[in-house]
């Protein structure tokens, strides 16, 4: 099939679309709001919203909106202001899309989340059903990081990953990506070597990681880096992702009529269930095995639990049943999964087989450390 028939055949299906619009779309020239731009998107957006289609919109700029109305010439650099520009610029942001969206006879609906909000089983059922709920009452959620209280998240800048875990939290058909650049390119077109851009993308391997480059804009808290991640993630949810240039005129409309813009990140043949989406991605690990050569093959090859005689290192601070990630010796995380032991029985049996587990910590709960079926290949 040829690029732009697959690219058609993917995308014009899509049903439940998210939409993640970048500050860099959003903001005129680095300082105050570029109201053109929201005009323009929330018009497309309620052209496909009109064709029977469900939008979820995830949007930065709440920090950028407070700044304009606290007059801050720059980002401040303390958390405390940041979050009370995130505070005002909340609301102001709100009313922003509120007016424009009724334009076009639109009723939009704030929601406002953090990872934790994810991590959490029961939190993370509760937000995919009010989600839902919206949708099914004809609205068009609003979704941003709750930069008010997320504290870490300000600070890494998580919008293009939280987009990716929404996709997964209402099973998206579709996810748009939309920043100031036209996709990803073999090169970073800034540094004047000529740059190709790289319309698909079949396999997220180190090549396209390299490929990446991050962003100097003060307002923008991602970069190409980030949204790789949040493709990385989506196609692993089994969703097609598009990263394209939000101000490109009509880029939401060309983007599902197939037109070849931007870059298409295909999906994964083999997407990951509920459970192990939100194992995988939904929950922070809190702590970090290092394992063996044999023991990762074993996990990635063969489908295995995880034993404690693979086990070369352990560390962090982490109880039983939390989150934690599996590192091949040579520091690439390859697993995640959800631990039968806590951080200080793990120290006491790493390396030794699982029939000696009791005999060194009085008990044995599993004979796996991780099992396979509370296991994420990455």
């Known amino acids: 099939?040829?690029?732009?028939?697959?690219?058609?055949?993917?995308?014009?299906?899509?049903?439940?679309?998210?939409?993640?619009?970048?500050?860099?779309?959003?903001?005129?020239?680095?300082?105050?709001?570029?109201?053109?731009?929201?005009?323009?998107?929330?018009?497309?957006?309620?052209?496909?919203?009109?064709?029977?289609?469900?939008?979820?919109?995830?949007?930065?700029?709440?920090?950028?909106?407070?700044?304009?109305?606290?007059?801050?010439?720059?980002?401040?650099?303390?958390?405390?202001?940041?979050?009370?520009?995130?505070?005002?610029?909340?609301?102001?942001?709100?009313?922003?899309?509120?007016?424009?969206?009724?334009?076009?006879?639109?009723?939009?609906?704030?929601?406002?989340?953090?990872?934790?909000?994810?991590?959490?089983?029961?939190?993370?059922?509760?937000?995919?059903?009010?989600?839902?709920?919206?949708?099914?009452?004809?609205?068009?959620?609003?979704?941003?990081?709750?930069?008010?209280?997320?504290?870490?998240?300000?600070?890494?800048?998580?919008?293009?990953?939280?987009?990716?875990?929404?996709?997964?939290?209402?099973?998206?058909?579709?996810?748009?990506i939309l920043s100031d650049i036209e996709g990803l390119y073999d090169h970073d077109p800034k540094t004047g070597e000529q740059a190709r851009l790289i319309h698909l993308v079949k396999n997220i391997d180190r090549e396209i990681v390299d490929c990446a480059t991050e962003t100097n804009n003060p307002l923008c808290v991602g970069g190409m880096a980030s949204k790789i991640e949040a493709a990385r993630k989506a196609v692993r949810f089994g969703v097609s992702t598009v990263v394209a240039n939000g101000r490109a005129e009509g880029i939401l409309n060309r983007i599902l009529d197939g037109e070849v813009v931007g870059t298409l990140f295909l999906p994964l043949a083999d997407r990951l269930s509920s459970r192990k989406q939100w194992i995988a991605y939904g929950l922070k690990p809190v702590g970090r095995i290092v394992v063996d050569e044999g023991a990762r093959k074993a996990i990635v090859s063969g489908g295995k639990s995880l034993l404690p005689t693979g086990i070369i290192d352990v560390s962090g601070d982490f109880e039983r049943g939390d989150a934690v990630s599996c590192f091949e010796s040579q520091g690439l995380e390859f697993a995640r999964g959800l631990v039968n032991y806590n951080c200080h029985e793990l120290r006491r049996i790493q390396g030794k087989k699982s029939r000696e587990i009791e005999g060194i910590i009085g008990y044995k709960y599993s004979d796996e450390i991780i099992h396979r079926d509370d296991l994420v290949i990455l």
């Not at 609205?139 to 870490?152: L, S």
């Open 1 to 176: 099939m040829k690029s732009k028939d697959l690219r058609s055949s993917l995308v014009k299906k899509a049903r439940r679309i998210i939409v993640k619009i970048g500050s860099s779309v959003l903001v005129e020239k680095g300082v105050g709001l570029d109201l053109v731009s929201f005009s323009k998107l929330a018009k497309q957006i309620s052209q496909l919203h009109s064709d029977s289609r469900q939008i979820i919109l995830v949007t930065s700029g709440a920090i950028a909106a407070g700044m304009e109305k606290l007059e801050f010439r720059k980002r401040p650099d303390d958390i405390p202001h940041i979050q009370a520009a995130a505070a005002v610029g909340q609301t102001h942001l709100m009313k922003i899309y509120q007016d424009c969206f009724a334009n076009y006879r639109k009723r939009v609906a704030q929601v406002l989340l953090t990872h934790d909000d994810l991590g959490n089983r029961r939190r993370y059922l509760n937000a995919r059903n009010t989600l839902s709920t919206l949708l099914n009452l004809d609205f068009i959620p609003i979704v941003n990081e709750n930069d008010t209280v997320a504290v870490e998240e300000i600070k890494f800048g998580d919008n293009d990953n939280l987009s990716a875990l929404v996709t997964s939290l209402v099973s998206a058909d579709l996810l748009i």
